[in-house]
């Protein structure tokens, strides 16, 4: 059995993730998640928890938003660092600007989970046509879902993300990373 690693920077991505991996990743990969205390925890501790992991049958994907970074410069940081672990073929994907960038390109998703109803209808405006372009995803997403809590809302939204539709290009790009893993083809990530 393949074991698919994620290491993540927060908890809602875990619950996110849990929600929406199991419609696509077949029965025969086993998840696993290392969920760190942030992203300053993730990029101290990723190299040793890398090099801990001893199985051969494990690929591995690391998500973390990247707030007020340059993305760029965050991902090659984090390919190096991956590299430098002696695991050169590690998927590496930053939410643009943060994991609400997800929800806020699936406003059908979001309504159903956490409404209001009518949420999705503003999908075709110019904010939600390219969620990754926001300053502040998750302030946005507060205003438009008051109910919204980072954690309850992740697990609540996740399984209703539509993996075929759904406007963050960042999303998307995490979506054909994995994707590309599970069926073998990840080897130039």
């Given at each position: ?36 205390e942030g992203k300053q925890d993730l990029e101290k501790r990723l190299p040793i928890r890398l090099r801990a992991w001893l199985r051969d049958d494990a690929k ?130």
């Amino acid at each position: 059995m393949t074991h698919l690693v994620f290491f993540l920077e927060e908890p809602s991505a875990k619950a996110m993730l849990q929600g929406f991996l199991p419609a696509f990743v077949p029965e025969t990969v086993e998840l696993k998640f290392v969920v760190f205390e942030g992203k300053q925890d993730l990029e101290k501790r990723l190299p040793i928890r890398l090099r801990a992991w001893l199985r051969d049958d494990a690929k591995f994907v690391v998500l973390r938003d990247k707030d007020s970074g340059d993305c760029f410069k965050i991902k090659q940081n984090l390919v190096e660092t991956c590299v430098a672990a002696g695991k050169p073929n590690v998927l590496v994907r930053i939410a643009c600007c943060e994991l609400e960038s997800f929800y806020l390109g699936d406003l059908k998703a979001v309504a159903q989970a956490i409404g209001p109803s009518s949420l999705s209808k503003r999908q075709g405006k110019s904010k939600f046509r390219d969620p990754d372009k926001l300053a502040n995803p998750s302030q946005e997403l507060k205003k438009i879902a008051p109910e919204y809590q980072k954690i309850s809302g992740s697990r609540a939204i996740g399984p209703l993300l539509d993996i075929n539709q759904n406007s963050s290009r960042s999303f998307n790009a995490l979506i054909t990373g994995i994707q590309r893993l599970i069926t073998g083809l990840g080897d130039n990530l």
